[in-house]
């Protein structure tokens, strides 16, 4: 039976990274966020979107993915109707996606809001991924190329790490790199040995 790794943390705190870690050392990875992205290009997800949000969120028939967020992180009754569209969708994918690679022991789920979408009861072992919030900032200002204000709006739409560590079963600081690659494997050699006790 395949077990399943969540691998979360607030934006900007490095999650790809240590995603990117596990599927070096051949664990397979889905990253959430971009599944998401594919299944907002599916017409019954896009029908839903501009039935919710109106046309204001699209240009030229092509959705504005851009001022979708503008107007999802600043109002939480808003995101809450966004991630009930798209939620629902990326858990069928996902379910899909765990069948494809039953053959692996392990598999890891990696996505930003896991404990906030409730989706964390679902899986067998949580890390969460944190680093100090001015790196954060400034690894999505350059990432994305977005204001401060803009990082802070999506941070404060984010659980806080007070309110993941007591719910994650490991934690990854990510500081330096190579600590992190560290960490990860020493994870991961835990957690097969739990994967070979049960």
Sequence with gaps: MTKIIGLTGGIGSGKTTVANHFRSLGIPVYIADEEARKIMQSSEVLD???????????????????????????????LIVLNAIVHPAVKKHFKEWV????????????AAILFESGNYKDFDWIITVTAPKESRIQRV?????????????RINAQWSDEQRFPKSDFI???????????????ILKILKIKQNES
């Design 48 to 78: 839903s979107i501009k039935e919710a949000f109106g046309d204001t969120v699209f240009e030229n028939e092509t959705l504005d993915r851009g001022r979708l967020a503008e107007v999802v992180f600043g109002n939480s009754d808003k």
């Design 141 to 153: 200002m350059e990432r994305d190329g977005v204001t401060r204000e803009q990082v802070l709006k």
């Design 99 to 110: 069948l494809e690679h039953a053959g692996f022991p392990l598999v890891v789920y990696e």
């Design 172 to 186: 990854i600081e990510n500081i330096d790199s190579e600590i992190v690659k560290s960490k990860t494997e020493e």
